[in-house]
């Protein structure tokens, strides 16, 4: 017993000096819509650490969620899945309305403004990171509450703003 208690004892600083997460998911938001159909989640990820990528993402609320890209294709404007969305170190990405989004489709439930649900983002290193979406007025462009504005959206790695 005293040679576990002083092995752990041995262990404690190295478990106070692991790193605190390196991606940061805020104002995560979606838009108020019916069930059977779909949805949309916006949000601001951050990343203090190395590169990653957001590479799946997960609701109880939908049959799928899946991240999108809304792009205009000759004045059309067109939405396509993304496989992963590249996050660099020491950027941020924001996922908004005509940008990257993620998909919710075939909503389990109705979806009011006000209400809020659990959605479920992995990152190739940082793993699994859950959040809580708020719901918003349908029609929403923003986050009222949230000052989404305020941040840029960040295209994809490699290219310059």
Do not use: C
Not at 40 to 58: F, K, R
């Amino acid at each position: 017993m005293q040679r576990i208690l002083a092995t752990l004892l041995l262990l404690l600083p190295m478990a106070a000096s692991a790193e605190p997460a390196s991606i940061k998911v805020e104002q995560v938001w979606s838009r108020a819509a019916v069930v059977g159909h779909e949805g949309v989640a916006y949000m601001i990820i951050t990343n203090a650490g190395p590169t990653d990528a957001l590479t799946a993402v997960s609701t109880p609320i939908a049959a799928t969620a899946d991240l999108h890209q809304t792009i205009n294709d000759n004045g059309v404007m067109k939405m396509r899945p993304v496989q992963s969305l590249p996050i660099d170190a020491g950027k941020t990405v924001t996922l908004a309305p005509r940008g990257y989004h993620i998909m919710l489709t075939n909503l389990k439930q109705t979806l009011k403004e006000g209400d809020s649900f659990p959605i479920t983002l992995t990152f190739q290193k940082a793993g699994k990171i859950t959040a809580t979406a708020k719901v918003e007025q349908a029609g929403a462009t923003s986050a009222p509450s949230s000052g989404a504005s305020d941040h840029m959206n960040m295209p994809m790695s490699g290219s310059k703003p």
